[in-house]
């Protein structure tokens, strides 16, 4: 059994699972909707790989 988040299993379903996380509906890409919560690009590549854990 995988211990990974469900998005692992298919690239194409990180962007669908980070809307739902963040509660958007948009057609920004996931880096976009991360930068947006992070205020800027440093905390939004630490916040990338905290949302991969």
């Known amino acids: 059994m995988s211990t990974l988040p469900p998005f692992y299993d298919d690239?194409?379903?990180?962007?669908?699972?980070?809307?739902k996380r963040f509660a958007v509906n948009t057609s920004?890409?996931?880096a976009k909707i991360?930068?947006?919560y992070s205020g800027n690009?440093?905390?939004g590549f630490e916040m990338f790989?905290?949302?991969l854990s």
């Open 11 to 19: 690239e194409n379903e990180f962007q669908p699972w980070l809307q």
């Open 28 to 30: 920004a890409s996931w």
């Open 34 to 36: 991360i930068l947006l």
């Open 41 to 43: 690009e440093t905390h």
């Open 49 to 51: 790989f905290d949302l």
